[in-house]
């Protein structure tokens, strides 16, 4: 195994992510990530807690109930604005890279841009007037990136050509700040707006600039639905996490409902007696069956006895999650977007865990699902109450082991740059 760590293939790889990490896009990027840490572990622990006591598990609460909503309303303001947080946290990041003076205040810009942009406005039929979370969330990421990256760079243009409201010495620097700041927001606005506008006056409003993009990227998946298509699609998800875009929520409208007609239609044949069908849509487990998009739990398990501090710490306060299919805590905290060493493992065993699962179901082992459940379930749990099957909920389990198997030599060869890193800092 040492071998294969000092091999040229892993040397190269880690002198390629060495030069990525010093990129000072990327390096904002991984810290605004990681410094989502707090915001998502509060997230998953009230999804795991509505999930326990909701009508799916223990049925203590009901989906509708005031305290049910009581309970879930702080991942609403985590998770469900995750883009907000991502925004701010990275605008400051790499504000601070170009070395801005102010770089909470190009964070908070960026802010206000990605809100034109993504947050549109909805007037109900009682005439009360409400922002659209749908592009609030993670499937606004992707457009978050660009957003901060146009924003931050029309500030330094302005602060590099002296374009600003001047105000005398006197001032008090938070005002001089704000002031200054005047400009290059309306700027940004302008372009933003008129990209905005153009999207939707454009399309009859048929698109916003964060749903356009989004339907470019799902306009051709609806024809992959085979066997070999759900293979590309997942994989192709599992790419696009690589680079920070939700692969995963890209897929989900495109699968949710091939997934309900497919339980539906296996339910009316065991009802009437028949055989249940396979179909290719449950395949998609194989995206992430092994702890979220990934199957990353094996990644955590064997963080636990790293000898890389932070491997250890992020891994810590991800196992429970994972065990939810919540990688969150993981995918930011390692982190693994953006960084080649652990992305090449996140995308390579997720179709080796698919060839698994299909070879079980072809052979017999599985049982397709009849029972449709959309609900954050433990791992094991869904795929037992959709099929009142104990083999499909071990195989969750057994899944652990030929992911693993892929994450161990990728996992050594990061925690042994890392354990490097982390000498040299204590040195």
């Known amino acids: ?99 801005m003076k102010t770089p909470i205040m190009n964070a908070i810009d960026a802010l206000v841009c990605f809100l034109v942009v993504a947050g ?104 992959l639905a085979s066997v070999p298509g759900m293979f590309i699609l997942c994989t192709f998800a599992a790419l696009l996490w690589c680079f920070g875009i939700h692969g995963t929520m890209i897929l989900v409208p495109v699968i949710m409902p091939l997934g ?50 932070q491997i250890s710490a992020v891994a810590k306060i991800s196992v429970i999650p994972g065990w939810f299919g919540i990688n969150e805590p993981l995918t930011f905290g390692m982190p693994i977007m953006y960084n080649p060493i652990l992305c090449i493992p996140y995308v390579l065993n997720i179709p080796l865990v698919m060839l698994c699962t299909l070879i079980a179901y072809k052979v017999g082992f599985l049982t397709p699902a009849w029972i449709n459940i959309s609900v954050l379930l433990p791992m094991g749990f869904g795929s037992y109450l959709g099929t009142l099957s104990w083999k499909n909920a071990i195989w969750d389990y057994l899944m652990l082991i030929p992911s693993a198997l892929v994450w161990y030599p990728f996992f050594k060869a990061y925690e042994k740059q890392l354990v490097k890193k982390e000498k040299q800092v204590e040195a």
Not at 67 to 94: A, E
Not at 203 to 209: E, N, W
Not at 274 to 298: D, Q, R, S
Request: proline share 4%; glycine share 10%.
């Open 120 to 223: 549109g406005l909805v007037v109900t039929q009682t005439g009360a007037t409400t922002i659209d979370m749908t592009y609030l969330g993670s499937q606004g990421m992707f457009i978050g990136f660009l957003v901060v990256f146009l924003s931050v760079h029309i500030e330094k243009f302005c602060v590099d050509k002296n374009i600003r409201i001047k105000m005398p010495d006197v001032v008090p620097p938070f005002l001089q700040d704000g002031f200054a700041a005047i400009i290059p927001l309306l700027f940004s606005m302008i372009i933003f707006l008129g990209i905005s506008s153009a999207v939707t006056f454009g399309t009859q409003g048929a698109y916003s600039v964060a749903s356009g993009f989004m339907a470019l990227l799902s306009a051709p998946l609806n024809s």
């Open 1 to 99: 195994m040492e071998k294969l760590f000092e091999s040229k293939f892993m040397v190269k790889l880690q002198d390629f992510g060495q030069k990525l990490g010093s990129n000072k896009f990327l390096t904002a990027l991984q810290a605004a990530m990681m410094s989502l840490m707090g915001i998502i572990m509060v997230g998953a622990i009230f999804q795991i807690i509505t999930s326990v006591l909701g009508p799916t598990m223990f049925k203590v609460l009901e989906a509708n109930s005031p305290v049910y909503n009581m309970l879930y309303l702080p991942y609403q303001f985590t998770m469900n604005l995750l883009s907000i947080w991502v925004v701010l946290f990275f605008g400051y990041h790499y504000a601070k890279n170009l070395k």
């Open 260 to 309: 309900i007609q497919a339980a539906t239609a296996n339910g009316a044949a065991m009802a009437a007696g028949k055989p249940l069908v396979f179909y290719p849509v449950a395949l998609f487990a194989g995206l992430a069956i092994a702890g979220g998009t990934g199957n990353t739990l094996p990644l955590a398990l064997m963080g636990l006895r790293s000898k890389s501090k």
